[in-house]
Nanobody, 123 residues
Framework: QVQLVESGGGLAQVGASLRLSCAAS????????MGWFRRTPGKEREFVAA????????YYADSVKGRFAISRDNAKSTGYLQMNSLKPEDTAVYYC????????????????WGQGTQVTVSS
């Protein structure tokens, strides 16, 4: 089992930056992919970004490409999502997820989920 705990959400103004963290514990050796998803009321959870746990391959949704950056620190078993140039449409609950497999953008292929952290971008 892997436990994930997100932190770093909050309120930001348009154009500002926030960094989310995802601390992993438990059987972290089983993680192959770490991803970030977000959900707004009335919508399905959508893919934001993903990173391989053991190399530097990264993947982004078109909506965040060029503004968000995903990274990880294996020594700390922690993943990060740096969010820059925030927009009101980035307002959502952000979830960290970990997968034992290689598919990056589909919710059903992730095995472990954090509890979520709220990000609100105001104008």
């Amino acid at each position: 089992q892997v436990q994930l705990v997100e932190s770093g959400g909050g309120l930001a103004q348009v154009g500002a930056s926030l960094r989310l963290s995802c601390a992993a514990s438990g059987r972290t050796s089983s993680i192959f992919t770490m991803g970030w998803f977000r959900r707004t009321p009335g919508k399905e959870r959508e893919f934001v970004a993903a990173i391989r746990w053991n190399n530097d391959n990264t993947y982004y949704a078109d909506s965040v490409k060029g503004r968000f950056a995903i990274s990880r620190d294996n020594a700390k078993s922690t993943g990060y999502l740096q969010m820059n140039s925030l927009k009101p449409e980035d307002t959502a609950v952000y979830y960290c997820a970990a997968a034992r497999g290689s598919i990056v953008s589909m919710v059903q292929y992730y095995d472990y989920w954090g509890q979520g952290t709220q990000v609100t971008v105001s104008s």
